[in-house]
């Protein structure tokens, strides 16, 4: 149980346009999900925090308007890296959180992670 | 200022005990401890989570000490697969999350 999904898992695209990436819980309902950035080497950097039908709330230095993100339903959530650049290309990874797991409080359970690569 | 801090690397060999410390010096009460593992070009992956005491599942053990400013994973008798990056995550009550830097763990033969 609690499988996260990521697609696309891989994608390169040119400077300019945005990318659309989507997170869904499989088989649980996630009221919050997270999305993260990782640079090679490096540890986790949490991007936004997302609860399902309100607006994600942003770490600070991340871009609202260049991070766009959506919690549309309890089972997905989408993160769209508008007029993206190469600085932009990194590994982007979801996580949500099932209420209910074995008595254990809010485990985030991880998607595959997509890797990003801007030309 | 919460911070997590772990150790960056950590050698050991196959059939060896592992422990891994995570240093959390702001925590309260009711905030929690959770380990992750990490393999290249994937996400983590859950481990094992506690407040107190000790927390034992059939791959790990945590360890925390009462007065909880710190944590340990233990994981007993590693094998090559069990190289890794491991994370120590710290949930704090205020629904502050914070990570640490990662442990790089390798396991040699």
């Known amino acids: 149980g609690a499988v996260v999904s ?15 990436i989507e997170c869904r819980s499989l088989d649980f309902q996630a009221t919050t999900m997270f999305w993260y950035r990782q640079f090679p080497k490096q540890s986790l950097m949490l991007m936004a925090t997302s609860n399902e039908g309100s607006k994600a709330t942003y770490e600070q230095g991340v871009e609202k308007d260049k991070f766009l993100i959506n919690h549309a339903s309890l089972t997905l959530s989408t993160l769209t890296v508008t007029s993206a650049h190469p600085e932009d290309s990194s ?5 949500a959180t099932s ?21 | 200022l919460a911070k997590t801090t772990q150790p960056i690397s950590m050698d050991s060999y196959e059939g060896q005990e592992v422990n891994i410390t ?6 309260a009460t009711n905030d929690y401890i959770t380990w992750y593992q990490q393999f290249p070009s ?14 034992t599942n059939e791959v790990a053990s945590l360890f925390i000490p009462a007065d909880r400013k710190s944590s340990t994973l233990s ?35």
């Not at chain 1, 590994?91 to 996580?95: A, L």
């Not at chain 2, 995570?22 to 925590?27: D, E, F, G, T, Y």
């Open chain 1, 6 to 20: 990521q697609h696309p898992s891989r994608v390169i695209c040119k400077s300019g346009t945005s990318v659309k």
């Open chain 2, 75 to 109: 994981l007993p008798r590693v094998s090559l697969s069990d190289t890794a990056v491991y994370y120590c995550l710290v949930g704090y009550s205020n629904y502050q999350l914070i990570w640490g830097a990662g442990t790089k763990l390798i396991i040699k033969p």
């Open chain 2, 42 to 55: 994937q996400g983590p992956r859950f481990i094992i989570q506690g407040y107190k005491t000790k927390v």
């Open chain 1, 99 to 119: 209420p209910v797991s074995g008595g254990v409080k809010e485990t985030q359970y991880f998607g595959p992670g997509t890797r990003l690569l801007v030309l």
């Open chain 2, 22 to 27: 995570c240093s959390h010096n702001n925590i």
């Open chain 1, 91 to 95: 590994f982007y990874i979801c996580s």
